[in-house]
């Protein structure tokens, strides 16, 4: 109902995104840098998008289900490129239970 409305005024619908990155297991500091950031990132979020029919997310949400707020290096650049590509317009972090000393490393 919020898709035919948007359509019947004339507005595009917009997309957040929450993509999970996939684990590497250790395997990311082998891998090329190209190659873990499309399997990490990338890749599930243009399969989001593709889904969605839609070719930029309005949010990406970055998902940690890890105890500890913290992510690969890899997984920040993935993101910084989707951004840069037009992938997303913004980009978040969610965690259900950050400690501020997490929060700040991520900042």
């Known amino acids: 109902l919020l898709a035919e409305a948007s359509a019947s005024w004339g507005a595009s619908p ?3 995104v929450r993509v999970s990155p996939r684990r590497t297991l ?3 500091y082998l891998i090329s840098g190209e190659r873990v950031r499309r399997w990490a990132l990338l ?3 243009e399969a ?3 889904q969605l029919g839609v070719d930029i997310a309005e949010v ?4 940690c289900r890890d105890r500890r707020l913290r992510f690969p ?3 920040y650049d993935a993101a910084a490129e ?8 913004k ?8 400690e501020a000393s997490q929060v700040q490393d991520v900042r």
Not at 60 to 63: H, S, T
Not at 82 to 88: H, I, K, M, S, V
Not at 91 to 98: K, L, M, R, W
């Open 43 to 45: 890749g599930p979020l």
């Open 48 to 50: 989001a998008l593709e």
């Open 82 to 89: 989707a951004f840069r590509q037009g992938l997303c317009n």
């Open 26 to 28: 250790g395997l990311g």
């Open 60 to 63: 990406l949400v970055l998902e």
């Open 14 to 16: 917009r997309y957040c």
């Open 91 to 98: 980009i978040v972090v969610s965690h259900p239970a950050p």
């Open 73 to 75: 290096p890899w997984v």
